[in-house]
């Protein structure tokens, strides 16, 4: 028997796998893909390794976690993170440009002069996630020590408590004026969420001000060296790391998990198995748990306490590898936010991420910006990203879907061209992945990246408490627990639950 089985090889998982295993307990993790990762993976085109979902993470300050947890785990030092230069992004709305430098201040100064009648304004509300940063990075790694605390929240996190209540809508609206403002500061929405009125002020808050004082890299070589490091501390430790290997059930008996069912092998020699474990650890979707992998009156707690809770969007990605390097073409900027004019106010943000192509809100990263590693000498690799629904592709033949992907990539390279002059006759491939590509993949509900939308009834503290399951020995880490989606709140998240289960003494 196992100390910890776990369900799912993305990056929560590895982080969990890889923090038990290395304190000595017994670790199996079961992945129904190729390769460990889940979302940070990479594969190869033509030469380039192509990055499946990592545009940048926030730097390494002193307020950093991630940090911490992979010098802990050992594999710190063997990645490199590259700075990403110049500015978080480029807020491109019609004919309107604005840069968003890093730096606290910077952006401060950057935004007041551009919005002078807002200038006050603008200091405080960036200092106001810079202080809710603060209070909730002091958070200790142990959910006993969090749980100790809990009487004192309101003298040691007034912050956290009581500011930035709310959407992030709701509070740039009650805090600024300007409507081109409120879009800027929140330019980069589209990797986290699709409605500025639905997704928690403190949640976004607090992801903006890291990236802004702490700067941005990217991990050179794209992040599978980071799943594949993981991997090995996992099997360097005793551990395994079972790939091709899908989890077809989890067995109940007596209020717990009491066995792993899985299937492996190729389509023509499907095998069956099962494995046991004292604790299970799912870092899985948590509807597809409930719904596929557990008995329907398994878990009446867990099924009551997110029935309620909803689905965060999909992303489709173009990725498009280049005969040269885009700054060569006059590319200036990593990541390019791209507002359509029709986009006025933060009331249609929501409208367009369902809109026509042509006018969807784009994040456009030009990895050429940066020693990525990712593209053969003299060549680029360029990603593409906008919101994007599972309903808009479910259903569809596999013809109707290949003449679908085939429209809206025509449609993506001629936005590109349009930031980019010259671009599209230095294409050498293009290849776009839709919210069922993600699904295929991951099994993550309606391919989203995000798990449960991070609203302000669910999110941080309160969906730690909501999604925890009632079976005694189940737990959940990744997108759909605390902290929820991203590669900083995958590994806290993993992390989180490895002390966790540490503390419980397997």
């Known amino acids: 028997m196992y100390d910890v089985v776990i369900v799912g090889a993305g990056l929560a998982g590895l982080t969990a796998g890889a923090k038990l295993a290395k304190e000595g307990k017994r670790v199996c993790v079961l992945e129904k893909h190729a390769r460990p990762g889940g979302c940070a993976t990479t594969y190869r085109r ?20 991630k940090g911490p947890i992979l010098e802990d785990l050992g594999v710190l030092d063997d990645l490199e ?21 890093f730096g606290l201040e910077a952006a401060i100064e950057a935004l007041s002069e551009r919005f002078p009648e807002d200038h006050k304004r603008i200091r405080r509300v960036l200092r106001r996630m810079s202080k809710v940063r603060r209070e909730l990075s002091s958070f200790p790694y142990s959910p006993k020590a969090v749980s100790r605390r809990v009487p004192f929240f309101p ?15 709701d509070y740039l609206d009650r805090s600024l004026r300007s409507e081109e403002l409120k879009l800027a500061l929140s330019g980069d929405l589209a990797f986290f969420h699709d409605d500025p009125y639905t997704i928690s002020a403190k949640f976004f808050g607090v992801a903006q001000a890291a990236f802004l004082e702490a700067g941005a890299c990217y991990l050179k070589g794209g992040s599978q060296r980071l799943s594949n490091r993981l991997r090995d501390v996992i099997e360097a430790n005793g551990g395994e790391v079972r790939l091709r290997h899908r989890v077809t059930r989890l067995v109940t ?16 020699r499907r095998r069956e198995g099962r494995v046991e474990g004292r604790q299970v650890l799912a870092n899985a979707a948590v509807p597809q748990v409930l719904d596929e992998l557990l ?4 878990d009446r707690g867990l099924r009551r306490r997110v029935g309620r809770m909803k689905v965060a969007s999909s992303v489709s990605v173009l990725h498009v590898g280049f005969s040269k390097p885009l700054r060569e073409l006059g590319s200036r900027h990593y990541t390019t936010m791209a507002f359509d004019p029709s986009v006025q106010t933060l009331r249609d943000v929501a409208p367009n991420a369902r809109g026509p192509w042509e006018r969807r809100t784009l994040g456009f990263t030009d990895y050429s910006q940066l020693d990525s590693g990712l593209a053969p000498e003299g060549k680029s690799l360029a990603a593409v990203c906008a919101i994007d629904y599972m309903d808009d592709w479910a259903g569809l033949s596999d013809a109707a879907y290949e003449a679908k992907k085939a429209e809206v990539t025509d449609v993506l390279l001629d936005r590109v061209e349009a930031l980019v002059p010259g671009s599209r006759q230095h294409v050498e491939f293009a290849e776009l992945g839709t919210p069922r590509t993600v699904h295929h993949y991951t099994l993550n509900t309606g391919g989203s990246i995000g798990g449960y939308v991070q609203s302000p009834r669910n999110s941080l503290l309160r969906r730690f408490f909501r999604v925890r399951s009632s079976l005694r020995n189940l737990h959940f880490a990744g997108a759909w627990q605390f902290p929820g989606g991203g590669y900083t709140c995958a590994m806290l998240g993993g992390y989180l639950q490895g002390v966790h289960l540490l503390e419980s003494r397997l």
């Not at 990592?54 to 390494?60: A, E, I, P, Y």
């Not at 008996?253 to 023509?268: D, L, P, Y």
């Open 295 to 298: 008995a329907p009156d398994a």
């Open 81 to 101: 993170f590259v700075s990403v230069p110049r500015s978080l992004y480029r807020f491109a709305h019609g004919d309107r440009d604005l840069e968003m430098p």
């Open 46 to 65: 033509k030469r380039f390794e192509v990055e499946v979902s990592l545009h940048m993470v926030d730097g390494f300050d002193d307020l950093d976690c």
């Open 253 to 268: 008996e007596r209020g717990r998990v009491s066995a792993v069912e899985f299937e492996h092998g190729s389509a023509a």
């Open 155 to 169: 003298f040691l996190y007034p912050n956290f408590l009581f500011a930035m209540r709310g959407s992030l809508g």
